[in-house]
């Protein structure tokens, strides 16, 4: 039966992470459509500062004949040339290479990470009180049946941790605090292994970001390099944009990564210990059951 759970719960926890994914990316891309970033490259702004410094020298020319005073091709630029329009989002994908889609990938996932190990690394999925309630309950009017039943069927971590340590209760302490003790470090390997995920990306992403601030460097000296004039800092900003972009996603996906890490980590080892020790003192207030009773099975 708890085998049951366990593999329904496993179903209803993936289905909650494709969801959250889901979400979360649908969300960013609502955000970073709305949001609209004007770039202008530097020849166009050249030609729109030489188009505004037109009208200021052309009254200081009263002698100029009129074969003279038609300069179209300024014109003509700034008519030609508009400011390109992209929204923030294409403008980061375009800015970061194929490092930073490493990067923006891990985002997702650790967005993703962080919000189910909010929502599992709860006190009440691991000491509801109206569990412990009910159970003191039960012990109090000695109705140890009853509080078996009332374990078996609570999906904490506290009622799993009594229902094995009672089914065991028949063969001696022991046994008792043996299957507890497997359960527990069952449960804190999985949910160190998740968090483990979240050290990972804060070690990678500036990983990432550091590969991308390689390339954009390359990529500069480069274009020095295959030119024969000096170049123009226009030719030069694609690689240096990499290198800083890459280098700035990396950071603010490790930080947040890493603090997250630090904070559930501390709460998941915080949790286990007040877990074990009220598991360990409900478990001891039930009497020495007799030797010659049937020991109580889950089935």
């Excluded at 390997?189 to 968090?195: G, I, K, N, T």
């Excluded at 070690?203 to 390359?218: E, K, S």
Aim: charged letters at 20%; hydrophobic letters at 45%; one cysteine or more.
């Amino acid at each position: 039966m708890q085998s049951d759970r366990r593999a329904n719960y496993g179903t209803s926890f993936w289905w909650t992470r494709a969801c959250i994914v889901v979400l979360g990316f649908t969300l960013i891309c609502l955000v970073s459509t709305t949001t609209t970033v004007a770039f202008q490259d530097t020849d166009a702004k050249d030609a729109v500062g030489d188009d505004k410094a037109m009208p200021v020298e052309m009254p200081a020319e009263p002698v100029m004949k009129p074969a003279e005073v038609a300069p179209a091709a300024p014109v003509d630029v700034v008519g030609g040339d508009q400011p390109t329009q992209k929204n923030f989002l294409e403008w980061l994908i375009a800015a970061s290479g194929p490092f930073g889609a490493c990067i923006f990938v891990e985002s997702f996932i650790m967005v993703a990470l962080i919000i189910m190990c909010l929502l599992q690394i709860r006190r009440q999925n691991f000491l509801p009180p109206e569990f412990i309630t009910g159970y003191e309950a039960k012990l109090s009017a000695q109705d140890y049946q009853g509080a078996f039943n009332l374990a078996r069927s609570d999906e904490s971590l506290l009622a799993r941790l009594l229902a094995i340590g009672m089914s065991k209760f028949q063969r001696g302490p022991d046994a008792v605090m043996k299957a507890m003790s497997e359960l527990g470090e069952d449960e804190n390997m999985m949910l160190e292994h998740r968090l483990n995920y979240l050290a990972l990306i804060a070690t990678t992403a500036p990983m990432f970001g550091l590969l991308g601030t390689v390339q954009g460097m390359v990529q500069a000296f480069e274009e020095i390099a295959n030119s024969n004039t000096t170049p123009k800092p226009s030719e030069l900003a694609e690689g240096i944009q990499l290198a800083l972009v890459t280098t700035l996603e990396g950071l603010v996906v490790a930080i947040p990564a890493m603090i997250a890490y630090s904070l559930l980590r501390n709460r998941v080892i915080r949790l286990m210990f007040d877990t074990g020790i009220m598991s360990e003192d409900l478990i001891n207030r039930l009497p020495p059951r007799p030797a010659g009773s049937p020991p109580t099975t889950v089935s």
